[in-house]
């Protein structure tokens, strides 16, 4: 094939062969590389694990001791009103401790307060389990209080950091694992206290904790990330953590005077509220004029969804504690069953509550869980207002039920209304808070228990419990129906 074309430089017609037609290079083939699969950043097994090993403790050793009592009356020589200080004296350093040691995680780093309260722990297993009289138990459970208070404000403050690091809030599942291992160990914790005084005696009780916090010190010596840098000022250097010691023993004081009037609501000692206004006024005072106050009452004052939610958490637990401690001694006194039935019986309220709690994370909003939580609680209330001696079996583990799902599903909701409504900054000291609000309302239900049997229990002290707890339930639905805030989150 020719083709008729001129050169262009002589501008004489030519003929020629017609070139082939360019052809285009074609790349060499390269085999398509899939998209890299990238795992979901943060919040790992590994981040995670010594936080809820760490955070088991303290509800483990609050209702684990209750089988060991009568063995360590019996050991030296003491009645019950003396072995209740031992359940008292944990609950008290709890309720102060963890707000305390949250503020502290806010300051000099969580991970650091989570490592020494797992030191704490090593060393009050050890003088438990080695304790040559009765005084050594009691400190033990102090430094037991103390030391497994650090966990929970440290392990929300560490999940706060994780969020900003990776841009992402805390996962609800997350917070669930927390709920989980607290009322999952919790429920066990008399068992379990069973088994190791059956197998070695009541020094397993303290011994116990030893090998589970060097387990979880050595997690957390691993696996969780060191302190962030904290913040410099204008002129690069690093400020001083301001922990305001004036007011965290103000707070001491105050919530102790507090919480030994309401260890004796049967016998009220009126004139301790008269030293209890006192320091509570200088505390608010002084956290009022300090400039980093351990307590930041104008914070608190001006976030109505947080202080709401420590109401809500308290009040849920004061009706909860009392079906825990007061409807199982009427179970024993009354009905005639023993421990280990009584405690097959409440299997039902441990279950509902651990099986809750997940489902509770799964939901976005947090009004919802809530409102279905107060009206579990208020037919609970009412099921206890109409037992008696010849209640058949079946509504007896009804019962039980009906208070073991809002335990869950309040569980898991609260800490993600204090995730959410609390400042960043101050997320362990608000962690704190509201575990303190738990143990008033633990300690609160102790009183009123206590108010409703007298002597001992009865079906008319059953009644008037469940009738109080009615009016209170109540009380909870209306606080959490009405809040505009958990509407917005619904």
């Known amino acids: 094939m020719t083709r008729r074309g001129t050169d262009l430089t002589t501008g004489v017609p030519v003929e020629g062969p017609r070139p082939a037609p360019a052809v285009e290079p074609v790349p060499p083939a390269v085999e398509p590389v899939p998209p ?12 995670t694990a010594p936080l809820l090993m760490g955070s088991l403790l303290n509800p483990l050793n609050t209702t684990m001791i209750s089988t060991a009592l009568v063995s360590i009356g019996h050991s030296f020589g003491v009645g019950a009103a003396d072995t209740a200080w031992l359940i008292s004296v944990l609950y008290l350093a709890s309720a102060v401790a963890q707000p305390v040691l949250g503020k502290l995680a806010d300051t000099v780093g969580p991970r650091r307060v989570l490592l020494a309260g797992l030191v704490v722990v090593t060393a009050s297993g050890l003088v438990g389990a080695l304790a040559t009289g009765f005084g050594m138990l009691i400190v033990s459970r102090l430094l037991l209080g103390v030391g497994t208070s650090a966990a929970y404000p440290a392990a929300m403050a560490v999940l706060r950091d994780e969020s900003r690091r990776i841009g992402r809030p805390t996962p609800r599942p997350v917070l669930a694992r927390l709920s989980f291992a607290a009322l999952g160990s919790a429920a066990v914790g008399p068992a379990l206290g069973g088994i190791l005084v059956s197998a070695v005696g009541w020094r397993g009780i303290f011994a116990v904790n030893v090998p589970v916090a060097l387990l979880a010190l050595g997690a957390a010596l691993l696996w969780v990330p060191g302190d962030p840098p904290r913040d410099r000022d204008a002129d690069g250097t ?11 023993g ?4 105050a919530l102790t005077v507090l919480v030994f009037f309401l260890l004796d609501l049967a016998h009220p000692q009126w004139w301790l509220l008269a030293p209890f206004a006192v320091l509570a006024a200088v505390l608010v005072r002084w956290q009022l004029r300090t400039p980093q106050p351990f307590m930041d009452i104008r914070m608190l004052a001006g976030n109505g969804p947080l202080l709401r939610t420590y109401v809500r958490h308290g009040l849920s637990y004061l009706l909860i504690y009392c079906v825990m401690y007061g409807y199982t001694q009427w179970l024993e006194e009354v009905r005639g069953f023993s421990s280990g039935h ?4 409440m299997l039902p309220m441990s279950v509902t509550a651990l099986v809750c709690s997940l ?27 109409f037992l008696a001696g010849d209640t058949p079996l079946a509504v007896l583990l009804l019962a039980g039920a009906c208070f073991g799902a809002p335990q869950g599903l309040i569980g898991t909701s609260n800490q993600a209304a204090v995730q959410a409504y609390a400042p960043p900054e101050t997320i362990g000291a608000a962690a704190g808070f509201q575990r303190t609000a738990q143990y008033i309302g633990a300690i609160t239900a102790a009183g009123l228990i206590a108010v409703a049997y007298a002597d001992a229990a009865s079906d008319a002290g059953l009644h008037l419990m469940a009738a109080v ?22």
């Open 469 to 490: 707890s009615v009016v209170l339930a109540a009380l909870l639905a209306v606080l959490t129906l009405t809040d505009r805030a958990l509407r917005a989150r619904t």
């Open 36 to 47: 890299a699969v990238e795992p979901v950043p943060g919040f790992g097994a590994r981040l």
């Open 359 to 385: 489902l509770g994370a799964r939901t976005k909003g947090l009004r919802g869980p809530l409102a279905l939580a107060c009206l579990m609680l208020t037919v609970g209330a009412g099921i206890l207002a």
């Open 238 to 248: 690093t400020p001083k953590p301001s922990l305001d010691p004036l007011g965290a």
């Open 342 to 345: 009584t405690g097959l019986l």
């Open 250 to 253: 103000l707070f001491t004081a």
